[in-house]
């Protein structure tokens, strides 16, 4: 084989590297962006979701504060009624509770 041969050989395996290179890069970019959508896209539901997720919280903690505020009330009844019935038991000469 002679040089110029070589040479030419060379030169082929040369411009086959680059034009695999170049569809290379081409297909990772592609890849690239199709990943990078899905990302934004997974984003976008994860920032949906974290709204979703505070509403709710902020709703549960509504409910506690209602339940909180009944309970006070539902005590203070209690109390009132636990006073009024030993203020009658006391009337009528019961002993008090053990």
């Known amino acids: 084989m002679t040089t110029e041969e070589?040479?030419?050989m060379l030169r082929n395996i040369?411009?086959?590297m680059v034009a695999m290179d170049r569809?290379?890069?081409a297909r990772m970019d592609a890849f690239d962006s199709k990943l990078s959508g899905r990302i934004d896209g997974i984003e976008t539901r994860l920032d949906r979701l974290d709204e979703r997720v505070e509403r709710f919280a902020a709703r549960v903690q509504r409910n506690f504060d209602r339940i909180d505020l009944r309970l006070m009330v539902i005590d203070g009844r209690l109390d009132d009624l636990d006073d009024r019935l030993v203020h009658v038991e006391q009337h009528v000469?019961?002993?008090p509770p053990r």
């Open 6 to 8: 070589q040479t030419e």
């Open 14 to 16: 040369w411009q086959q």
């Open 23 to 25: 569809g290379l890069n």
């Open 93 to 95: 000469g019961l002993p």
